[in-house]
């Protein structure tokens, strides 16, 4: 498995990340999840992402559990705050009493010390930024994580981030936003501050919640037992997407990657993973199985002819709106 620095950090990260959004503590049990665990672990990836608020707390549950017996300095583990994570007025956002509260509760169900990388998971416009950059260093300098990072931020809101964390003696190293195929929102705007920055990016939907797998089909109903017939929280990420012009085109590239001697889940990774913005690309799994074949993508190397075909097939349903970043007005 190939590692790459986060950022200009020095710490490495496998370039396939294994996560585990819609999949612990909703579609599969504490077994399951252990299984796809340790399954990324002997296919190499070393890099693990969670956050509070999925599956309700239990999703940072179940990966520490999943863990348990691992060598702490061998992985780096990666959660986030902001959603909320109870029924107070105070359970969420980015406020120095909830980050404080939370990073707490996010070591006790991860079952560690501290986390590699902390997150926030989404901008907060109900807290000053000041007290919520002040507040993500005394995390770092309390030793409860080594690194912080952003989610879906917007390009002028990361650049005062990244002024505020060199003034307290910490970096600002990574970003966190959707990028796949289908989605390209962040290169007019976001890559180049990331460039300019020296960031690294962690990128979540390489797969376009499974659409780029080529399971869903035009004018059909999802596959039993598939994210989007998960009731618990994946069906509606992946109902924008199953649209039948969309799916459609998808389906055109399936022959595609299937004459370049591999499946089309392993081609949307490798062409994400080309990309110089990106330090690893998150994948999920209920099964042990899909782990080893997506872990396949970070020793594939696209063909520039392949990848000229690929978006000529799918140009007229790519998403590159950089106004459709993931953002929030007000908190959840």
């Known amino acids: 498995m190939e590692h790459r620095h986060l950022g200009g950090s020095g710490m490495l990260v496998s370039a396939i990340a294994y996560g585990n959004w819609v999949t612990h503590g909703s579609q599969v049990d504490q077994d399951a999840a252990t299984a796809c665990v340790r399954a990324a672990l002997d296919a190499g990836i070393t890099t693990f992402d969670t956050a509070d608020v999925y599956a309700e707390t239990r999703a940072e549950e179940a990966l520490g559990a999943a863990l348990k017996g691992v060598r702490r300095e061998g992985v780096e583990i990666c959660t986030k705050v902001y959603f909320p994570t109870g029924p107070g007025k105070n359970d969420r956002g980015l406020s120095r009493k909830h980050i404080m509260e939370s990073i707490n509760g996010s070591l006790r169900r ?66 966190q936003p959707q990028y796949s195929l289908l989605w390209r929102v962040i290169e007019p705007e976001i890559v180049p501050v990331r460039q300019e920055l020296g960031i690294g990016q962690i990128v979540w939907s390489p797969l376009a919640q499974g659409v780029l797998t080529g399971k869903y089909k035009p004018g059909a109903q999802p596959p ?53 913005n990106v330090s690893a690309a998150i994948v999920g799994a ?7 074949e997506n872990a396949k993508a970070a020793d594939v190397t696209l063909d520039d002819a392949l990848v000229k075909r690929v978006d000529e097939i799918l140009d007229p349903v790519i998403e590159r709106d950089p106004e459709r970043i993931d953002v929030f007005a007000k908190r959840p």
């Open 110 to 175: 991860l079952g560690t010390d501290y986390v590699d990388l902390y997150q926030a998971h989404r901008y907060d416009y109900a807290t000053p930024l000041e007290e919520t950059m002040e507040a993500l260093a005394d995390v770092v300098h309390a030793g409860k994580a080594h690194y912080i990072g952003v989610s879906e931020w917007k390009p002028q809101e990361i650049r005062a981030a990244a002024q505020l964390a060199r003034e307290l003696k910490i970096r600002l190293v990574s970003n």
């Open 224 to 276: 039993s037992g598939s994210r989007g017939t998960d009731t618990n929280g994946g069906s509606d990420a992946v109902a924008g997407w199953l649209r039948d012009e969309v799916l459609a085109r998808v389906q055109e590239l399936v022959p595609l990657a299937a004459e370049a001697g591999m499946s089309l889940a392993t081609l949307s990774l490798a062409w994400v993973l080309r990309n110089t």
């Open 286 to 292: 209920s099964r042990p199985e899909q782990i080893a």
